[in-house]
């Protein structure tokens, strides 16, 4: 009996301590070398205790308070403890931190989404790293953010989503800000925000370490800073002050300060050698006011301006881009309709990227560098206040789509080098009254000159091969466009109709010389073709009236000419234009029976074919100050 006794009460000794060495392992134990924790039930209160490092953990979920984690309210770190481990309250449930007064490291995702933190969030003064995604996802801070005196470097992703509200200081001790450390999602991001204020011994600025942030007023890059990473201040709309970049300023990174709103002037320092793309790009192609109104320093070393740059900017004042630059990106300075005086472009440029200086309407003249070899598409165009002839420099092959669309130079020179314009290079350059098609030129493209007001017949030289729809036609309201056009050289591939390029009438009869490749047949492209024999003189030539028109002053005029065709001279009773004008005759059957020239008001003479040209592509519209049509003897006005 005795022994039945003693064996029930060892079993209920044994299941009593195994029931308090159970109760004792679940709520306390060790969490690092000298580091230990316990936890409080009744109050929800977590605290870390002992000294030196806490253990680190792999996922979040290995952590030893794992099954309390929904229950923790408040976490205490005692005064010894240096380092906070990585993912060390991953997910808890804790509302409230108390940092002990000797935490020298945060882990990594240390505080990883614990949404329940709220209000403000402070530092203390010995904490030198807050490590990567420290606190992200910690949404219910929407307090201030005091960091502490000692802070060093801010991780990756450190305060990633979270709602942070007032002014941001960055303590003078912090040397680096790592990406996405203070990035908040649009709708998690407060209403307003105060300002930011970084410290003087910042050196790297991480890729979109303030992205969409919206801090107020003005920003001061300071010295010590060497690098801005890719998005760094991206669409910071409410930075509507100025923007002063440091002196020790190396590398802009893409898309930096894309869509803030700075205003006054910029000056990039020193030393930087590259312009990322977008790096200043302003809101203003969405009709909001645009970034900076003052004017655009570069410095000496720069060599890349990259796509987007300085797009949509307000500057002002001349731009000056340093000699050194190789290439500038496409949409770099587009609709930077600030800018005045002369745009010049130094000679160690050798691309300029498509749409580079679109609709810069307040450049007055424009110098292209020597080592250009192609203008891409719409780099020039809408260039509307030019005034100065713009000159192509040689060395250019190709002369790309809508490159110099509506920009108002009086006048262009082509090189001699040039193989090629795009479609609608020229398009709308209605300051454009003459211009020479060098030989080695091939093709034409749909449009190119298409209003243009020419005041001559277009020359193309033997070597064109193909001419686009309305390369050359003109818009009657102006009253005027490409009065004609002659080939000098074989027959070329014509895309579209004849009438499409030159406007000249269906019925009309093209005629080539004895020995030129290219015209067989009846017909070429739709039209009658017929040899030019050389010899044809003006015999059924007579006195004719052109009819009322008015001349440039609007004055009605009447103008009528007669030929003596025993001389081959022409008379008239009116100046029709500076220039010569081009006739050509026909017989009862429709026949080419004529050509000639009138040179001067009463110098008319038969054309040396085999000396000046090939092709006549004659336009049957009346001369710019006539508004009736002639109905004899159709003429090119040249």
Not at 3 to 24: N, V, Y
Not at 384 to 413: D, H, N
Not at 622 to 634: E, Q, Y
Request: charged content about 20%; aromatic content about 12%; some cysteine.
């Amino acid at each position: 009996m005795k022994k039945h006794i003693t064996r029930l009460l060892f079993a209920a000794l044994l299941l009593l301590a195994l029931c308090i060495g159970a109760s004792a392992a679940g709520t306390s134990g060790k969490c690092g070398p000298s580091a230990y924790w316990s936890f409080d039930s009744s109050t929800g209160t977590l605290t870390i205790s002992g000294s030196g490092a806490m253990n680190d953990y792999e996922y979040g979920n290995d952590y030893p308070w794992m099954d309390y984690r929904d229950s923790i309210q408040t976490i205490v770190i005692g005064d010894q403890i240096t380092q906070i481990g990585r993912y060390a309250f991953t997910g808890t449930a804790c509302s409230t931190i108390k940092f002990g007064k000797n935490v020298r490291s945060i882990g990594e995702r240390a505080f990883l989404e614990c949404r329940n933190l709220n209000g403000d969030l402070t530092l203390p003064d010995s904490v030198q790293i807050v490590g990567d995604r420290a606190f992200a996802g910690c949404t219910g801070l929407t307090g201030t953010l005091t960091l502490g005196s000692s802070l060093q470097t801010i991780g990756a992703g450190a305060f990633y989503d979270c709602s942070f509200s007032g002014n941001l200081v960055i303590p003078d001790s912090v040397t680096s800000i790592g990406r996405y450390a203070f990035y908040s999602r649009p709708y998690l991001r407060p209403e307003t925000q105060g300002t930011l204020t970084l410290g003087r011994n910042l050196r790297t600025i991480g890729e979109s370490a303030f992205c969409e942030s919206t801090y107020t007023g003005s920003l001061t890059i300071p010295d010590s800073v060497v690098e801005i990473g890719e998005r760094a201040f991206y669409q910071c709309e409410n930075l509507n002050g100025t923007l002063t970049l440091g002196r020790s300023l190396r590398t802009i990174g893409k898309e930096a300060f894309y869509w803030c709103a700075f205003t006054g002037s910029l000056t990039i320092p020193e030393g930087v050698a590259e312009i990322a793309d977008g790096a200043f790009s302003s809101l203003h192609q969405f009709n909001r006011d645009g970034m900076f109104n003052g004017t655009l320093t570069l410095p000496s070393t720069l060599k890349t301006i990259g796509a987007e740059a300085f797009a949509y900017a307000d500057f002002s004042g001349e731009l000056l881009i340093p000699d050194g630059v190789t290439s500038i990106g496409a949409n770099a300075f587009a609709e930077c309709d600030g800018f005045g005086g002369t745009l010049s472009l130094p000679d160690s440029v050798k691309t300029v990227g498509e749409w580079a200086f679109y609709q810069c309407e307040g450049f007055t003249g424009l110098k292209l560098p020597a080592g250009l070899t192609k203008i891409e598409k719409l780099s020039f165009a809408f260039m509307a206040g030019l005034k100065t002839e713009v000159a192509i420099p040689e060395g250019v092959t190709e002369i790309g789509e809508g490159a110099f669309e509506c920009s108002y130079m009086p006048s262009v020179r082509l090189p001699s080098t040039l193989k090629k314009i795009e479609k609608q290079a020229f398009m709308h350059a209605h300051n454009l009254t003459k211009i020479t098609l060098p030989d080695g030129l091939e093709t034409i493209g749909d449009e190119a000159f298409d209003g243009c007001r020419f005041k001559k017949a277009i020359v193309l030289p033997a070597s064109i091969k193909s001419i686009g729809k309305k390369a050359f036609y003109g818009y009657s309201y102006y009253g005027s466009g490409t009065l004609g056009a002659y080939f000098l050289g074989a027959a070329p591939q014509i895309v579209g109709t004849l009438n499409a390029n030159c406007s000249f009438p269906s019925d009309w009869t093209l005629f080539y010389l004895p020995g030129t490749s290219g015209w067989t047949g009846d017909t070429y492209a739709g039209y009658k073709i017929a040899l030019w024999d050389g010899e044809t003189r003006w015999d059924n030539l007579r006195t004719s009236k052109f009819g009322y028109g008015w001349d440039n002053k609007g004055n009605e005029i009447e103008t009528s000419w007669s030929v003596n065709t025993d001389t081959g001279k022409i008379t008239l009773t009116d100046d029709l234009n500076e220039g010569c004008a081009v006739a050509v005759s026909y017989d009862a059957e429709g026949r080419v029976t004529g050509i000639g020239v009138l040179r001067t008001k009463t110098d008319f003479v038969v054309l040396n074919l085999q000396d000046t040209c090939r092709l006549f592509l004659l336009n049957a519209s009346s001369a710019p100050r006539l508004n009736t049509p002639i109905t004899i003897n159709d003429y090119l006005q040249t």
